[in-house]
């Protein structure tokens, strides 16, 4: 499982980030799905746990075919 330190908030995902910019602050963004797809489970897994730490109580693993895994998340 991984560390607080390395989920620390300032941690960049890239453009299926977590955290939304101060300009998305509406109610309607917050309830959006936020998705990604790795070819890892360890790196799903890894995610999985920084949604753990960060309070995140909606989300998901599937796994999609040929290796691949889907984590959704919402806020």
């Known amino acids: 499982m991984m560390t607080q330190a390395a989920c620390a908030p300032d941690l960049e995902l890239d453009e299926n ?10 109610d309607l963004r917050e309830s ?14 890894e995610l999985l746990d920084c949604l753990e730490v960060w309070v995140v109580d909606e989300r998901k693993l599937y796994t999609i075919g040929r ?6 998340w919402r806020v």
């Not at 980030?17 to 509406?26: G, L, N, P, R, V």
């Not at 799905?33 to 799903?44: L, Q």
């Not at 290796?67 to 959704?72: E, K, M």
């Open 17 to 26: 980030s977590i955290f939304t910019s101060e300009s998305e602050t509406d």
């Open 32 to 45: 959006e799905w936020h998705e990604r797809v790795f070819d890892d489970i360890t790196e799903a897994a």
């Open 67 to 72: 290796g691949l895994f889907l984590v959704r």
